[in-house]
């Protein structure tokens, strides 16, 4: 039986990532079949982000384009599965 690879990555939202609405994710040494992602504000609160996770051939791309944004200083950790 084989199993599957995971890599865990802590991003902080910048300025800059608000304005884009999107953040691309590189997967290392992985080829993304499923992600997560958590965000959490600066204070440590979970936000309830209802955004769209994207796979690529070796990315995650994180789509802000639901109700519930990330701001500037939040924290998101996402979970890439592979396999």
């Known amino acids: 039986m084989e199993f599957g690879r995971?890599?865990?990555v802590r991003h902080i939202v910048t300025a800059g990532?608000?304005?884009a609405?999107?953040?691309v994710?590189?997967?290392q040494d992985l080829?993304?079949?499923g992600a997560t992602a958590v965000v959490?504000?600066?204070?440590g609160g979970l936000k309830a982000w209802d955004g769209g996770?994207?796979?690529g051939a070796n990315s995650v791309t994180l789509?802000?384009?639901g109700a519930v944004d990330w701001a500037a200083t939040d924290t998101i950790d996402v979970v890439i599965v592979s396999g």
Not at 40 to 43: C, D, E, L, V
């Open 63 to 65: 789509d802000n384009l």
């Open 21 to 23: 609405t999107t953040i």
């Open 6 to 8: 995971c890599q865990g």
């Open 40 to 43: 959490r504000t600066a204070a």
């Open 53 to 55: 996770l994207v796979m």
């Open 17 to 19: 990532d608000v304005t």
């Open 25 to 27: 994710i590189q997967a």
């Open 31 to 33: 080829a993304p079949t």
